[in-house]
């Protein structure tokens, strides 16, 4: 009697030893459900994003920027991905460059480095803005400003389509413009249809540049200059009226009326 006793006894410890494990895991993953399901919005009100912050605009605003990113008002900060806002952002011509990045625990932050106009490129009786890298930033059409120089002789596909060879063309019309600009005021004007033969038109007068890096030529030109007489280059149109710098060893002056 004494023995079923104890086994009796040890069945029923035993069912409430296992009844208390169920129990415990029952309660544990109702805490663990619970949990998730509280920190799920919890966690996405800690990290929403409150503030958008834009950097390194000149010519664009900051609307202009935020509508490009496309980011849903409220998104989750760390649901963002940056490189798609940064290659949104980047889409615009006038973006040279974007960076995005998180800062915790509710702003996202844009910084931008703009396109800055270096030329007006006219092809075909159109006008074009372009930086220094020879990419349009817009279209012009008549307009034009005689603050930048003018680059013309360029294919106006290849402008358009961005091919290297014709943005090469620009860019070294650029650079000549600078180098030359040194020397001479008024607006210049770059021939560029040759890239290995560059003219530039400025004050009445021509110079014509080859393949020779363009600031040794026009260096060239410099030192030669006062050996020429004051009068013939006056930028009036009188004496010497064009400049050939294509050659190493010399400098072809000619004179015109």
Known sequence: MKQASRERAARRNSLVHWAGAVTSAACGAMVVVFGVNYSGPALQQLLEIKAITVDGLYHLDKQQ???LAKVKPGAPLHHIVTTVIKD???AHPWVKAAEVSRVPFHEL??????RKPAAIVRT??????CDEDGYVLNRLGQLDDAALPLVTGIDLQGLLQGTESVRHAVVSGI????V????FEGRLQVLADNPSNL???VQGMRFQFGDEALKEQWDRFRRAKPTLKARNIDGQGR???EVDLRYENRIIVREGG
């Open 65 to 67: 920027v935020l509508d």
């Open 88 to 90: 949104n952002v980047e």
């Open 109 to 114: 932050r844009i910084s931008v480095s703009e």
């Open 124 to 129: 075909e009786s159109q006008n074009f803005l």
């Open 175 to 178: 650079e000549l413009a600078k």
């Open 180 to 183: 030359v600009g040194q020397s």
């Open 199 to 201: 003219v530039a038109l």
């Open 239 to 241: 004496g010497v009226s």
